[in-house]
């Protein structure tokens, strides 16, 4: 089993910029797809982006487009968000998490899930 371990949220002002890191630890690395994930106060927790094994593949919620990018290095076992412009509604604590399974741009396969790191964006 794999474990994950976030780090990098904060207190960022609007339009303000964070990278948030997830270190995977106890598998291959490559064996598994990576994906960032958040949950509002009150509200169900979302995808915002995922990425496959190879890093050459991406997904984003349409909400985080353009301003956040995914990407992995093996080397170092870890997978990186970089995000940029944040805004009050990206308000959250964010999750790394990982699945070992084929789809890997299916939300639901992502079994395995970090602690959480909380991302504050003030007005």
């Known amino acids: 089993q794999v474990q994950l371990v976030e780090s990098g949220g904060g207190l960022v002002q609007a339009g303000g910029s964070l990278r948030l890191s997830c270190v995977a630890s106890?598998?291959?690395?490559?064996?598994?797809?990576m994906g960032w994930f958040r949950q509002a106060p009150g509200k169900e927790r979302d995808v915002v982006a995922l990425i496959n094994r190879s890093g050459g593949s991406t997904y984003y919620t349409d909400s985080v487009k353009g301003r956040f990018t995914i990407s992995r290095d093996s080397a170092k076992n870890a997978v990186y968000v970089q995000m940029n412009n944040l805004q009050p509604e990206d308000t959250a604590v964010y999750y790394c998490?990982?699945?070992?399974?084929?789809?890997?741009?299916?939300?639901?396969?992502?079994?395995?899930w970090g602690q959480g790191t909380q991302v504050t964006v003030s007005s």
């Open positions: 106890g598998r291959t690395f490559s064996n598994y797809a």
């Open positions: 998490a990982a699945t070992d399974v084929f789809m890997w741009w299916v939300p639901s396969r992502y079994t395995y």
